[in-house]
T-cell receptor, first 119, second 112 residues
Framework: GAGVSQSPRYKVAKRGQDVALRCDPI?????LFWYQQALGQGPEFLTYFQNEAQLDKSGLPSDRFFAERPEGSVSTLKIQRTQQEDSAVYLC?????????????????FGPGTRLTVL | KQEVTQIPAALSVPEGENLVLNCSFTDSAIYNLQWFRQDPGKGLTSLLL?????REQTSGRLNASLDKSSGRSTLYIAASQPGDSATYLC???????????FGQGTRLTINP
């Protein structure tokens, strides 16, 4: 389809394992965001890319979290040495861009998320 | 730090009623506000986006208003249907920033 896709949809990891979560944004979208959503809570910002440049990573909770978007399209969120508190839904969103001149560029479109459970 | 609050946390109403969901934010220097719907186990579906210069947006049975100076937005749902049952989230984008700051959501149940 034409929407944001994420894989895998579900991931179970043992504590201490490394995981990699993938996001395919809408084709042509310049901006890409990662959010973390704990059970019963609203999503919280993790990091933001404009093309391949990671412009804001202020929301990453620790240095175990790492995100990349090497060619400005697909992005991967990697979590090293997973902990139980990492269990959450990880949401990816994309938008056309950041140009303030046009309202068309503002709206963020979200993927279905990856539910990560750390045992 | 921008904080977004949604009241009530949960709401249950009979089918056919008109209802209002509330969202408040602490920093009025926002660029836009977005309302989303989230079904259980699913991602977020964008419903309406209001730019800071706008007062309201409408889509079908949904109407969202924005009062930036008082830090409030409302989502009005007319003639509610069981299919409207979901969690509704509001999110604000601060001026000069790209990220969205979300409220905790209102879980809405429409009873047939």
């Amino acid at each position: 389809g034409a929407g944001v896709s994420q894989s895998p949809r579900y991931k179970v990891a043992k504590r201490g394992q490394d995981v990699a979560l993938r996001c395919d944004p809408i084709s042509g979208h310049v901006s890409l965001f990662w959010y973390q959503q704990a059970l019963g809570q609203g999503p919280e910002f993790l990091t933001y890319f404009q093309n391949e440049a990671q412009l804001d990573k202020s929301g990453l909770p620790s240095d175990r979290f790492f995100a990349e978007r090497p060619e400005g399209s697909v992005s991967t969120l990697k979590i090293q040495r997973t902990q139980q508190e990492d269990s959450a839904v990880y949401l990816c969103a994309s938008s056309l861009g950041w140009l303030a001149a046009s309202f068309l560029y503002n709206e963020q479109f979200f993927g279905p998320g990856t539910r990560l459970t750390v045992l | 730090k921008q904080e977004v609050t949604q009241i009530p946390a949960a709401l249950s109403v009979p089918e056919g009623e008109n209802l209002v969901l509330n969202c408040s934010f602490t920093d009025s220097a926002i660029y836009n506000l977005q309302w989303f719907r989230q079904d259980p186990g699913k991602g977020l579906t964008s419903l309406l986006l209001i730019q800071s210069s706008q007062r309201e947006q409408t889509s079908g049975r949904l109407n969202a208003s924005l009062d930036k100076s008082s830090g409030r937005s409302t989502l009005y749902i007319a003639a509610s249907q069981p299919g409207d049952s979901a969690t509704y989230l509001c999110a604000v984008r601060k001026q000069g920033a790209q990220k969205l700051v979300f409220g905790q959501g209102t879980r809405l149940t429409i009873n047939p």
